[in-house]
């Protein structure tokens, strides 16, 4: 998968959430960016006169609601900023189709060879960047805002905090340093990717700082109700057809994972053309089938139209399913986690359900 965090998933687990938040509580964590870091970031956007945000390919809700905040913010203080992301045909997934500032959207094309400042937001490798990479290595200056454990540390300039549950609580924080209040559009943006990458504000990385700012954004009269039945609550009716068939094949296998057990299921190419669903869609499809009580770990196979699977695998805390996806090839967080495989299926699940026995 593209983002082996699901969405919503903590970037990491949280150590110290302040028990009593400030009336502005401190938006990131001891590990996240250091004064001297937010200085430079607005003295960098201050002398720009061309600046590229950019998000990582087949954006979610964090990645493409802090690029459009941020455009949003720049826009108002007299900047033109483009806003970007790597992937031709560049499609904007029909659950963010309400986000204010997708005019401020340009092709990977239109973004200069040798971008002046680029900055990257929910980026956490170059490889996530797409078409987008040869410019950002070229760019003269490169600004990684992020929240990924994992960013592999590229860029002229980070900042980087791995508590925090959204890159967007990090945008929140840039838009106050450059004194741009927020207004509905660019609270819209934030919220979508708060509310995104906490999974609705119920995964662990979600702090009282995370609910205060989620407040703050309530206050500028966003309809988060609508915002959430947009991101969880509407699917295609083909959709579910390709759900209920992926649900009847599930398979429970009690004695994996030393007996905390595994719930497997896949999904042919041919369900997708059958009901024309396009392979993004069925993303979020895993986390029906982690719902089973009965497993610890659960893997859903997708079938791509060359007959080779992309797998997911998600778990509740006993299994780190990151250390047994490396085992196939793949990798990800300990909660989430995927890989690749050509073996096909039924060979493909028995590797796997080898790998959970695998000692570690
Ligand atoms: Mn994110």
């Known amino acids: 998968m593209s983002d082996l965090r699901p969405a919503g998933a903590p970037a990491t687990t949280v150590t110290g959430a302040p028990a009593v938040p400030s009336p502005r509580s401190e ?65 904007v997934p029909a659950s963010l ?3 204010p500032g997708l005019e401020l959207l340009v092709p990977a094309r239109e973004v200069p060879a040798v971008p002046e400042l680029m900055i990257t937001f929910d980026v956490a490798d170059p490889a996530r960047l797409g078409l987008l990479r040869p410019k950002a290595e070229a760019a003269l200056e490169l600004v990684v805002i992020d929240h990924h454990t994992s960013n592999s540390g590229f860029g002229t300039h980070r900042l980087i905090d791995p508590v925090a549950p959204a890159t967007a609580v990090l945008v929140d924080e840039l838009l106050r340093r450059l004194g741009v209040p927020l207004d509905l559009p660019i609270a819209t943006c934030l919220y979508t990717g708060v509310a995104t990458d906490t999974g609705s504000f119920r995964y662990a990385a979600t702090t009282p700082a995370t609910h205060e700012l989620a407040a703050r954004l309530l206050a500028t009269g966003l309809r988060h109700d609508l915002i959430s039945r947009r991101l969880w609550d509407t699917q295609s009716f083909g959709y579910l057809k390709v759900l209920a068939a992926a649900l009847d094949r599930a398979e429970l296998d009690r004695s994996a994972a030393g007996g905390l057990g595994l719930v497997w299921t896949w999904v042919p190419c041919a369900d997708l053309l059958l009901h024309g669903v396009l392979p993004e869609e069925i993303e979020g499809l895993i986390d029906v089938v982690r719902k089973a009580a009965e497993a610890e770990v659960v893997l859903v196979l997708k079938e791509d139209p060359d007959g080779s699977l992309r797998g997911s695998s998600r778990a509740k805390g006993a299994v780190d399913v990151a250390a047994v996806c490396a085992l196939l090839g793949g990798g990800g967080h300990a909660y989430a986690a995927g890989f690749s495989s050509h073996d096909g299926v039924t060979a493909t699940v028995a590797r796997f359900r080898a790998a959970l026995d695998t000692p570690r």
């Open 27 to 91: 938006p990131t964590g001891p590990l996240g960016p250091t004064e001297q870091d937010w200085q430079r970031l607005v003295a960098l956007i201050g002398a720009a006169d061309s600046i590229d945000l950019v998000c990582h390919v087949l954006p979610d809700g964090d990645a493409l609601g802090s690029a459009l905040a941020a455009g949003l913010a720049l826009r108002s203080l007299g900047h033109a900023p483009r806003v970007s992301f790597g992937d031709d045909p560049q499609v």
């Open 97 to 99: 189709g309400h986000l």
